[in-house]
């Protein structure tokens, strides 16, 4: 009986004490960030010496809805600087942040192929590789729009600085819209027009469009 006792004494003096590791662990990790919010919600942690410089409040709301459902992209550019030219620093995070969203896009190309290639099972080989050839020069376009920033949909929603010794490291978050992107790719009459004369192939570019932008979101 006693045996059992101890045995449950020190079961439960374990316990706690992982427990309590866990929750200090916890609290100190808290204590390294800052969030930048929307609407409400944690979008993006930072670290708690950071100085928020920009939020772009007008489009808070919306931000927060994206979160909220589950529809969230972001993506972050940074520059270093000395601190002196902050509009120059600020302007090459934000290019940089475009970049990577181009990146992002640019390494899928693979995956969108076969997102085609899905949606032409019942075209004959050789319609079907230059429907396909067709369809990749638009998402290649589509891409460097991204990266030469020309696209509305993708906002920066919010800019913080880190100062390390006489270095000031710019960062630019970008959240990325993709019913905005969308309707600004259906605006633009050239690719549009690209777009449509895929459609009558059997290819739905936006369809295949949007299943690589989900990777983004898991």
Known sequence: MIFENNWVLWTVVIV????GAFLLFMLLQ?????????NGYKIQNIPRDATIVFVNNSIEKRVG????TGRLVAFV???ISG???????????KINAYKELAEYFNVRVQTFAALVEGQLQSTSDSRAQQV?????????RVTQIFSEAQISGAYVYAIWEERVGSLVYTNVLLVFDPEGVIEA???????????????????????????VIWEAKK
Not at 30 to 38: E, G, L, N, S, V
């Open 83 to 93: 601190g002196i030219d902050t509009v120059s620093a600020r302007e090459k995070a």
């Open 16 to 19: 706690s004490v992982v427990f």
């Open 30 to 38: 808290q204590d390294q960030y800052q969030w930048i919010t929307a």
């Open 77 to 79: 550019g940074q520059s």
């Open 185 to 211: 790719l259906k605006a633009n009459e050239e690719i549009n027009k690209q777009i449509a004369e895929l459609g009558k192939s059997g290819v739905d570019f936006f369809k295949a469009l949007n299943s």
């Open 132 to 140: 396909k050839s067709i369809a990749l020069e638009v998402y290649k």
């Open 65 to 68: 809805e994206l979160y909220k």
